[in-house]
């Protein structure tokens, strides 16, 4: 389905309503660019979830983990990493098994670890407003 959100709070807004219809285990992927809204979206998630704090971008601790909501998240930016391989000796599958929802910035990396069930969120600016975005979630149903 797509969306198209005309701010970061719409964005954020988006976000906390998927968290609403995901289940423990869960993944969520993001495909987009730098400074396209992953982060913002995500911040959604996590508000939607009930996890309190701020979050922000894991870029350099590629996991920031958030507890005390309905679900923990687990907010992973593989930006640095160099394939599957490489998420596989950082505890994917242990974060996979603690039964919250992780949050997966830069999932191109790690494609071929990722789950049959994954949902998909791209995050594509949109041709009508600069600060405009397009957002497409395969996987999961808001309705």
């Known amino acids: 389905m797509d969306y198209l959100t005309r701010s970061e709070a719409e964005t954020e ?11 423990p ?22 508000r939607g979830l009930g996890c309190p704090g701020r979050v922000t971008s894991p870029t350099f601790t590629i996991v920031n983990e958030y507890e005390g909501g309905r679900l923990p998240l687990f907010h992973f930016a593989m930006y640095r990493l160099t394939g ?21 910035e830069w999932s191109e990396q790690v494609e071929d670890a ?16 600069d600060s405009w975005r397009t957002i497409t979630i395969e996987g999961a149903d808001l309705s």
Do not use: H, N
């Not at 994954?118 to 041709?127: D, G, K």
């Open 13 to 23: 807004a988006l976000g906390a309503r998927l968290a609403e219809v995901l289940s």
């Open 25 to 46: 285990g869960a993944v969520v992927a993001y495909r987009g660019g730098l400074g396209m809204g992953k982060t913002a979206f995500t911040r959604g998630l996590a």
């Open 84 to 104: 599957a391989d490489a998420l596989f000796d950082i505890g994917w599958e242990d974060y996979l098994d603690r039964g919250g929802v992780c949050a997966v």
């Open 114 to 129: 990722l789950p049959e069930d994954t949902v998909y969120v791209s995050i594509a600016r949109s041709p009508q407003a």
